[in-house]
């Protein structure tokens, strides 16, 4: 088999390949790279320039042949000092990589093209601009411009002319493959960013497509990374590298039609990835639309005919981190509007248990921190509750513990802040001591058994219950619960308390929302036991969902791994 048929028929392969990748933002989403089109992306660089991709014709010229006549026309460039001489680019150290087709050679950029041209304009001439962000990372070397007089940019910046190629240096420009084959600039002419390498090809003898391939290939790439020099963050690929790596060179013929095979490939890499974004989207309504029926169904025939069209489709529906993660949140609303579990008759009401919790308030020496919020009304009601329910304000049910200590006498507490609580689902993260964490400013006391929540936005989804002593940010709330605790968690982790959590946060510059503000928040209050059915349900159901991730991040791992495994068989 053909090495460049591997691209054509594993198409599902390479399609169904993705890999999730965290984003920041609400409720801790995560977006999809279509990792398999992108390894075909590379595959295709790297075929296009190890002459895998396409078959080799015994009539096309060597290019042997190229370099002769590169070489003749340089001599006659120099001879007409229309180009400087320079020097000669030294052979390179390493061994030759791998085989190249009889009818390719070895070369040097330096030794087809010249490095780092310069250009002799009058001043008052409009030519292109072209900084750093006008360089795309296509494979097809686009770039923008803008226009400019010679005369306020030919100092200081990077010379170039139409048909010049260029790549980024600097990292993480260079690794992100900002490449571009300067064309249309204004009179032919431009400068732009000095983090670019340039060579502007001698002759008509190369196709400059080609060399761009080979300046956005994988081995080119992974090759310079390690050549660069610099400190952190402002690390470079040397010029010596540039102009003085191995570079295979085809016939002209074959480059030309290497050129238009690529063309054809990556064409055909843009409709698989459209194709599966439009099949994102429409997967991501439909899942939407099933979901957001149960949450909107009043009655219980509604809900079960709702339900039935999702088990009767749930191992299509819930094959995405997206899709899981969908349904996680459904459950969070279900939950706390009464649908998930039903409810006991016997059970005592929710009017009971407040109000037997605010006899125990005013018996006792705790008190509500903050203004007290209005009387709940009609108009705060979010949704229809179960009769045995009632809506309360957040400050009936918890109270706010602001207790800011100085941290010199709590060095070896555990220290909590936002980041260590995965968003949107309750999950605590590995944390590190007062000590370790280098705290220096006032921090809130916590103590087991406590709510701690994220008052700052974009956290306003991140809560977790602690078991132990500690501390934490002063962006954080400690909350004692005064309803079970875990289901005043589910119901700050779900859509209804986070819209309410959102409208809330007045703030600009820092949003965050205060004390008054998260205690005016209306909650949805079951009778107690229905909470603690309640939380036992949304345990069973997360666990249910926690499993299908993990058969989803399995079934992942091996296209991931195929994907993988099919460029290293191309290349091999």
């Known amino acids: 088999m053909y090495p460049s048929t591997l691209i054509t028929s594993h198409l599902d392969t390479w399609s169904s390949a993705i890999k999730s990748k965290s984003t920041a933002g609400r409720g801790g989403g995560k977006r999809q790279e279509f990792y398999g089109i992108k390894k075909l992306r590379e595959l295709i660089l790297e075929l296009a320039v190890r002459g895998l991709l396409v078959p080799q014709d015994p009539k096309d010229e060597p290019a042997s042949e190229l370099l002769k006549k590169i070489a003749a026309e340089k001599a006659k460039l120099v001879k007409d000092r229309k180009m400087k001489k320079g020097n000669k680019t030294p052979p390179p150290e390493d061994e030759i990589p791998f ?26 001439l409009a030519v292109g601009f072209v900084p750093m962000p006008l360089v795309s990372t296509s494979y097809d070397g686009a770039h923008d411009q803008e226009i400019k007089k010679w005369g306020e940019i030919k100092k200081g910046y990077t010379h170039f002319a139409n048909g010049d190629i260029a790549i980024a240096k600097i990292t993480p420009c260079f690794e992100n493959s900002k490449a571009a084959i300067f064309s249309k600039l204004k009179n032919g002419h431009g400068a732009g960013t000095t983090e670019l390498h340039v060579a502007r090809l001698i002759g008509e003898f190369v196709n400059p497509r080609f060399i761009l ?18 400190s952190a963050g402002q690390k470079r690929v040397p010029a010596s590298y540039f102009k003085g790596n191995r570079l295979p060179l085809p016939p002209l013929a074959e480059q030309h039609r290497i050129v238009a095979k690529v063309d054809e490939l990556m064409a055909l890499c843009d409709q698989l990835e459209q194709r599966q974004e439009d099949s994102g989207r429409t997967h991501d309504t439909l899942v939407q639309t099933l979901l957001g029926a149960l949450t909107a169904a009043v009655e219980r025939g509604q809900f079960q005919e709702a339900w039935q069209r999702i088990e009767n489709n749930f191992d299509t529906l819930f094959t995405t981190e997206n899709s899981i993660t969908q349904l996680k949140q459904t459950i969070l609303q279900l939950a706390v509007m009464g649908k998930l579990v039903e409810q006991d008759p016997g059970d005592e009401s929710a009017e009971v248990l407040v109000k037997r919790i605010q006899l125990e308030l005013s018996a006792g020496d705790r008190k509500r921190q903050g203004k007290a919020p209005p009387h709940i009304s009609n108009k705060d009601f979010k949704y229809e509750l179960p009769k045995t329910w009632a809506w309360r304000r957040f400050c009936d049910v918890a109270i706010i513990s602001s207790n800011l200590v100085k941290p010199d006498k709590y060095i070896k507490y555990p220290h909590l802040a936002p980041d260590n609580i995965e968003k949107g689902n309750g999950v605590l993260l590995a944390c590190r001591t007062v000590e370790e964490d280098k705290v220096r400013s006032s921090n809130h006391r916590f103590y087991p058994g406590q709510i701690v929540y994220s008052k700052i936005r974009p956290n306003l989804s991140k809560v977790v219950i602690v078991d132990f002593d500690g501390l934490c940010s002063a962006d954080m709330y400690p909350i004692d619960a005064l309803i079970d605790p875990n289901y005043l968690k589910t119901y700050m982790l779900s859509e209804p308390f986070l819209q309410q959590a959102v409208k809330n946060d007045t703030r600009v510059a820092m949003p965050k929302i205060n004390q008054n503000e998260l205690n005016a928040i209306t909650v949805p209050v079951p009778p107690l036991a229905e909470q603690h059915r309640i939380v036992a349900k949304v345990d069973e159901l997360m666990t249910l969902c926690d499993r299908l991730t993990a058969n989803l991040q399995t079934a992942q791992d091996i296209q991931l791994n195929l994907a993988d495994n099919l460029v290293e068989a191309a290349i091999r």
Do not use: C, H, V
């Not at 070369?107 to 087809?112: A, D, F, K, N, R």
């Not at 081995?219 to 390690?226: A, I, S, Y």
């Open 99 to 124: 085989e190249i087709p009889k009818k390719w050679t070895w070369t040097q950029l330096g030794e087809i093209s010249e490095i780092s041209p310069r250009n002799t304009l009058p001043d008052d």
């Open 213 to 230: 391939l080979y300046l956005k290939a994988p081995m080119f790439l992974e090759k310079g990374k390690t050549m660069m020099t610099g």
